[in-house]
């Protein structure tokens, strides 16, 4: 799966991370038709032709710049579904794989694209921009969201002008002109009198596309920022050395360093502590769960590249974290699929402690559920911090629920990247953590000596799920909350 999957782009120009790509179908499949270009096909409900050719060979010719001069792993076709849906906004948006979804109102939509805001035919480049920057550097933790925004929309720059240069005016039926929204406007952008961080990135790329002694070399440098690091501390470093290689003149890259790598790059610190795990036959069997919700969901949200935190304060003496419980329904309509999920255990300072990654399901679409991910018993610091982040597309993935206490303990973010307090809320999400057996070499008498309240669990004793074939990981359904205001508030 890939990290940065549920992007949209509001035809608007608001460039972010969004949860509106689980779209009701406005049609029945029989009634759907299909329009086909080279390496790509529009899956539509009989909107006007013209437009539909336009946006088949759009997302084809932009698939031939990112695979054949640029180097990029995509897919032999695109698939594009342009759905009518009322008078809900138009929505654009791709799964970071293989897809894009595009919602409007009708086809009016698509006959005056300035009056909403940037050409379709750039909003169809950025997405395809996602897609390529998904492929390669999904699975990463090491690009910042507004690097990936960034890199999004120098991207569909940077495919506007070579469309325009292969095809021109007449690629779009009313013949707009399309090119304003290429380069040109982003460097209009960079020398406004307050660019945004995203537009700040976007240049940052364009440089490094100067810098690189070859062309294809961008696609090296994102398929280096997906690769997986064990050591926390090495992995900027390990970054800067490879990009170092595919540079013309490392003078010049120094300087783009110092001031690309903040934006770009999410540098995550260590634990200076060694890590301490212990085998689960020597717990001593009696959990506790450390939580701050109220048990009550309000709300949802996806989190597309980010992830939510919420900080805990272990009880006195040797905890040791063994899962965590996290209230969530699926995105989609198949009853169950796997995605990958990535649980951080951070120290007060933030700083990784350790890193957990397994395969995730949650099956019910709608109401939640409360899914239980295992770990390998860690010890835990006296305040610590759960991140999880869950990859899933913008049809197929998992959205995690809220209540409104607001104590002040959830965020949202990554390691090594910004944090956003969640206001007003908590995420629900709890740490599951146990002791050591009495008179295990192991055991805090420090924790025995403190009176502490058993589990509580809300619901009677979960029902394990199905074990996915070769991997060693263990989820488990608890009870299910009511679920009948949920969705009434969003996090602030």
């Given amino acids: 799966m890939y990290g940065r999957l549920v992007s949209t782009n509001r035809l608007g120009g608001a460039l972010g991370v969004g949860l509106a790509c689980a779209l009701t179908t406005a049609a029945s499949e029989n009634e759907y038709r299909h329009e086909r270009a080279d390496h790509a096909v529009v899956r539509h409900d009989g909107i006007l032709r013209d437009y539909t050719r336009a946006i088949a060979r759009t997302v084809s010719m932009g698939r031939d710049v990112l695979a054949d001069d640029l180097g990029f792993d995509m897919p032999d076709r695109i698939s594009v579904t342009v759905e009518r849906v009322g008078e809900l906004p138009m929505l654009l948006c791709a799964d970071g794989v293989e897809s894009v979804h595009l919602r409007i109102r009708d086809s009016r939509d698509l006959e005056h694209p300035f009056r909403?805001?940037?050409?379709?035919?750039?909003?169809?480049?950025?997405?395809?921009?996602?897609?390529?920057?998904?492929?390669?550097?999904?699975e990463g933790d090491r690009m910042t969201t507004t690097?990936?925004?960034?890199?999004?929309?120098?991207?569909?720059?940077?495919?506007?002008?070579?469309?325009?240069?292969?095809?021109?005016?007449?690629?779009?039926?009313?013949?707009?002109d399309y090119a304003r929204d290429g380069v040109s406007r982003l460097a209009g952008q960079l020398g406004g009198p307050s660019p945004?961080?995203?537009?700040?990135?976007?240049?940052?790329?364009?440089?490094?596309?100067?810098?690189?002694?070859?062309?294809?070399?961008?696609?090296?440098?994102?398929?280096?920022?997906?690769?997986?690091?064990?050591?926390?501390?090495?992995?900027?470093?390990?970054?800067?050395?490879?990009?170092?290689?595919?540079?013309?003149?490392?003078?010049?890259?120094?300087?783009?360093?110092?001031?690309?790598?903040?934006?770009?790059?999410?540098?995550?610190?260590?634990?200076?502590?060694?890590?301490?795990?212990?085998?689960?036959?020597?717990?001593?069997?009696?959990?506790?769960?450390?939580?701050?919700?109220?048990g009550t969901p309000r709300g949802r949200r996806e989190f597309g590249?980010?992830?939510?935190?919420?900080?805990?304060?272990?009880?006195a003496g040797a905890w040791y974290l063994t899962g965590m419980n996290v209230l969530c329904s699926r995105i989609g309509s198949r009853r169950s699929s796997w995605q990958n999920a990535t649980l951080w255990l951070l120290d007060g300072k933030d700083r990784v402690v350790a890193r957990f990654a397994q395969p995730f399901n949650c099956a019910r679409q709608g109401r939640p559920e409360w899914v239980r991910m295992t770990v390998t018993p860690t010890r835990v610091p006296?305040?610590?911090?759960?991140?999880?982040?869950?990859?899933?597309?913008?049809?197929?993935?998992?959205?995690?629920?809220?209540?409104?206490?607001?104590?002040?303990?959830?965020?949202?973010?990554?390691?090594?990247?910004?944090?956003?307090?969640?206001?007003?809320?908590?995420?629900?999400?709890?740490?599951?953590?146990?002791?050591?057996?009495?008179?295990?070499?192991?055991?805090?008498?420090?924790?025995?000596?403190?009176?502490?309240?058993?589990?509580?669990?809300?619901?009677?004793?979960?029902?394990?799920?199905?074990?996915?074939?070769?991997?060693?990981?263990?989820?488990?359904l608890e009870g299910e909350p009511d679920a009948s205001s949920n969705d009434q508030q969003q996090p602030q």
Wanted: glycine share 10%; charged share 25%.
């Fill in 116 to 138: 909403i805001g940037p050409h379709l035919v750039y909003s169809l480049c950025h997405e395809l921009g996602q897609i390529a920057q998904c492929r390669l550097a999904g």
């Fill in 147 to 176: 690097g990936a925004e960034g890199w999004a929309h120098f991207a569909g720059c940077l495919l506007v002008d070579e469309l325009h240069k292969a095809a021109g005016r007449k690629l779009w039926p009313d013949q707009s």
């Fill in 196 to 294: 945004s961080a995203i537009v700040q990135a976007a240049g940052l790329w364009q440089e490094l596309v100067g810098l690189l002694q070859q062309r294809d070399g961008l696609a090296g440098v994102l398929r280096d920022v997906g690769q997986p690091q064990t050591d926390v501390d090495d992995q900027i470093e390990s970054l800067r050395r490879s990009i170092r290689k595919r540079v013309k003149d490392p003078q010049a890259l120094a300087a783009w360093w110092r001031r690309g790598e903040p934006l770009l790059f999410a540098r995550a610190s260590k634990a200076t502590s060694k890590v301490e795990t212990i085998l689960p036959k020597r717990l001593s069997g009696s959990p506790l769960t450390l939580q701050h919700d109220s």
């Fill in 305 to 315: 590249d980010q992830g939510c935190a919420v900080r805990f304060r272990s009880p």
């Fill in 382 to 476: 006296a305040e610590f911090a759960l991140c999880l982040r869950l990859e899933g597309t913008a049809s197929d993935g998992t959205y995690v629920h809220y209540d409104v206490t607001g104590s002040g303990h959830s965020r949202t973010g990554l390691p090594g990247g910004t944090w956003t307090p969640l206001t007003r809320s908590e995420w629900m999400v709890r740490a599951n953590v146990e002791r050591a057996a009495a008179g295990d070499p192991l055991a805090d008498p420090a924790s025995w000596a403190t009176a502490t309240q058993p589990s509580t669990p809300d619901a009677p004793e979960a029902t394990p799920k199905k074990r996915r074939p070769g991997r060693r990981v263990k989820i488990t």
